[in-house]
């Protein structure tokens, strides 16, 4: 079965700094990679996904992430970073024919 | 506003209690999925359906159960609750049940078991 994981429950950077959310993923076949990010007391909001083609995806809000097929991994970054960045972001993966996998979650803490 | 409509937004309950838990999709999708939240466990899985039939099940206790109705809501029950089922319960909708599909999130019923 698909899973993913993100090996930090918390991510702080400052104001103006760039940032890394890191997302390592293992499925069978092709995977489909998904960034989401949660707000305090909202739903989960799609930021982008990964299909195929190009390794580097762009998003929402300035986000971009890159596909590593080698390492397994799909990390999410910002070249600048915001205060109102600041929110729970999820990874998932999904292969073709099964559920979509969340990560635990990791906490991204933008400071002044 | 997503689409997804989840209610109640929050209940609380005491142990041993029953609960039903609402969602209508986004218009248009035929998939839906549910979702627990909690803070040791992140967001587990429970099960999904697409077009009123079960498509995949997660880590979904034996004390819940779930259907989605021939107007593609769905309803979660949650029965003989525990104090460890207290949690953020989220629906989420898409328009097929796989590949990319992108899912679309409702905001949530938070459940307080007392």
């Known amino acids: 079965a698909q899973s993913v994981a993100q090996p930090e429950d918390q991510v702080n950077v400052a104001e103006g700094n760039p940032l890394t959310v890191k997302c390592t993923y293992s499925?069978?076949?092709?995977?489909?990679l998904f960034w989401y990010v949660q707000y305090p007391n909202r739903g989960l909001q799609f930021l982008l996904k990964?299909?195929?083609?190009?390794?580097l995806v762009k998003g929402s809000y300035g986000f971009e992430a890159e596909f590593n097929k080698s390492q397994t991994s799909f990390h999410l970054k910002k070249p600048s970073a915001l205060v109102s960045d600041s929110a729970l972001y999820f990874c998932?993966?999904?292969?073709?024919?099964?559920?979509?996998?969340f990560g635990a979650g990791t906490r991204l803490t933008v400071k002044p | 506003d997503s689409g997804v409509t989840q209610t109640p937004k929050h209940l609380i309950t005491a142990t041993g209690q029953r609960v039903t838990l609402r969602c209508s999709p986004r218009?248009?999708?035929?998939?839906v999925y549910w979702y627990q939240q909690s803070l040791d466990q992140g967001l587990q899985f429970l099960i999904q359906?697409?077009?009123?039939?079960?498509?995949a099940k997660g880590n979904i206790l034996e004390r819940f159960s779930a259907q989605q109705f021939p107007d593609l809501h769905s309803e979660l029950n949650l029965s003989s609750l525990e104090l460890g089922d207290s949690a953020l319960y989220f629906c989420?909708?898409?328009?097929?049940?796989?590949?990319?599909?992108?899912?679309?999130f409702g905001a949530g019923s938070r459940l307080t078991v007392l």
């Open positions: 499925v069978s076949g092709n995977p489909y």
């Open positions: 989420a909708s898409s328009v097929i049940s796989r590949g990319a599909n992108v899912l679309t």
């Open positions: 998932a993966v999904r292969d073709q024919d099964n559920d979509m996998r």
């Open positions: 359906y697409y077009n009123g039939e079960e498509r």
């Open positions: 218009s248009g999708d035929l998939s």
């Open positions: 990964y299909i195929t083609g190009d390794n």
